[in-house]
């Protein structure tokens, strides 16, 4: 039987009676635990519940704010169900964090994607857009004067990308005969390829890779710019940035990719997207595979 402790008076002194219990389990007080019970349940189970999330990593593009790109995506994300976004700007803590995770996406430059797939297997399942198009070209622009590749000894180089990647895709641009002018240039790491552009207008560099797209925007922005540039090496075709899937991932993962192919449709997601570079997602065509298996 259910016991409590209770005083009740006599004549000459107290006595403490051991009686049933009556008031604990009173029925508002019944109420109150069953609420009680109720919410720990639920408390419990949103602590356990499992979490997917969108990592970032692009070694083509220098964010300037991760703690705006973060804070602007999770907002985006938290109203469609149980998801977060984490960028980031080192790779080795990227490869690291993604090691044996399957319930996630991962947003990637096609450039890096090629470099993670024989360590990680992942499957790319949609590729960025601007203005519909999928397919870039890189230029290695510069001032009128650096009219060969031997001038840019010891010049200052634009990037939007990181230094390794730069100085990676610039080998890959020049060739082995030139390989040894891009290491003795500096790579100046800048968040966008307008401002790699702007910043050979203010001589801050000799040089600027970007892509083609950008160096058709300088024309209408800047004509007077663009026109004292000349270009020194055109790359072969890539693509914009990727979104995969590890190759064993939950159902859940597929929601989550529907709402980040669904981006474009909305004026935040738009919104989101312009600080990757790009304006919507597809699915890759037969062009996009050539490029993603090469």
């Known amino acids: 039987m259910t016991q409590c402790i209770s005083l009740q008076k006599t004549t000459s002194r107290r006595h403490i009676f051991i009686s049933p219990a009556k008031s604990f389990f009173s029925p508002g007080r019944a109420a109150v635990l069953f609420f009680v019970f109720v919410f720990l349940c639920v408390t419990q189970k949103a602590i356990g519940a499992t979490r997917y999330t969108v990592y970032f990593y692009n ?3 220098n964010v300037d704010n991760f703690a705006s790109l ?3 995506l999770d907002v985006y994300l938290k109203d469609t169900g149980p998801y977060q976004f984490q960028p980031f700007c080192d790779r080795e803590t ?3 964090t993604i090691r044996n995770k399957h319930n996630c996406i991962f947003i990637i430059s096609s450039w890096y994607y090629k470099e993670l797939r024989d ?3 992942v499957k790319p399942m949609l590729v960025g857009t601007i203005d519909g198009k999928s397919i870039q070209k890189k230029i290695l622009s510069s001032k009128i004067d650096i009219n060969n590749l031997m001038l840019l000894k010891n010049a200052g180089i634009a990037s939007a990308g990181s ?3 730069t100085r990676k895709y610039l080998k890959s641009m020049v060739g082995e005969e030139y390989a040894g002018v891009i290491d003795t240039c500096q790579i100046l790491a800048v968040p966008k390829d307008i401002d790699a552009l702007i910043s050979m207008g203010f001589g801050l560099v000799q040089a600027a890779l970007t892509t083609e797209y950008s160096l058709s925007k300088l024309s209408a922005i800047n004509p007077g710019l663009y026109k004292k540039l000349t270009i020194l090496a055109k790359s072969g075709e890539s693509l914009q940035p990727i979104v995969a899937v590890p190759d064993a991932n939950s159902p859940e993962v597929a929601k989550l990719l ?3 192919e669904g981006m474009g ?3 935040d997601g738009r919104n989101c997207l312009q600080m990757f570079g790009i304006d919507g997602w597809q699915k890759p065509g037969k062009s996009e595979w050539e490029l993603l298996r090469k």
């Open 163 to 165: 230094e390794e990647y």
């Open 70 to 72: 973060k804070t602007r």
């Open 59 to 61: 070694p083509e593009s």
């Open 258 to 260: 529907e709402i980040v």
């Open 94 to 96: 990227f490869e690291a």
């Open 119 to 121: 360590s990680f297997p």
């Open 265 to 267: 449709k909305t004026t």
